[in-house]
Every structure is written in structure tokens, then in C-alpha cells.
């Protein structure tokens, strides 16, 4: 999954109904709209906090995939603050 959606990769016409999905006793709701797929974290600390991306296909994503995608985000996250840790590290001068 490409994490990085450009507003270009999110313009087709699909839209799709919001589901809930319960991965490692974390709620979310998945939304696909427009192209792209986000999930908002609704069980976790920061209300609204989630992630979004496309397929480099474009097409929707699986329960399977859907589950590994967050899973990914899970694993990354600072269990103190609820939000992802800082991917790079800072420079030490």
C-alpha cells in the first residue's frame, strides 16, 4: 500500500460504505472513497487519528490486507502518546 496518497491517485468515482474492523482489540473504520482507503483509529487515544493510503492497483483492499495494514500502523505506534513513533531519528550533533 502506498502511504503517501496524492489528491491525483484519490479521484475516481468509487465510494464506498464505512466499516468497522476489530484488529487486536483495536476498533477502526475503514472508508474507501474516492480511490483511496482511510482508517480512523476509534479506540485509541487521539480521537480521529488514523492513516490513509491507495494501492499502487488502485483497487480496494481485502479484510485480510485491510487487517495487515493495520497491524503495521499498530506496531509503530508510542503506546504513552497513542500516535506513531518518530519513523526517523533526529541528527545527534
Known sequence: MDRRPASS???DD?????SRIVVDGET???TEESGCVWFTWVSGLNPGY???????????????????????????????SGYL?????APRI
Not at 468509487?14 to 464505512?18: E, S
Not at 492497483?57 to 503495521?72: F, H, K, V, Y
Open 50 to 80: 488514523g492513516f490513509g493510503g491507495t494501492r499502487s492497483d488502485r483497487g480496494p483492499l481485502t479484510e485480510d490486507q485491510a487487517r495487515a495494514e493495520i497491524r503495521l500502523f499498530l506496531a509503530g505506534i508510542d503506546p504513552e
Open 9 to 11: 491517485a484519490c479521484d
Open 14 to 18: 468509487r465510494v464506498f460504505t464505512p
Open 28 to 30: 477502526f473504520v475503514v
Open 85 to 89: 513513533d518518530d519513523p526517523v531519528p
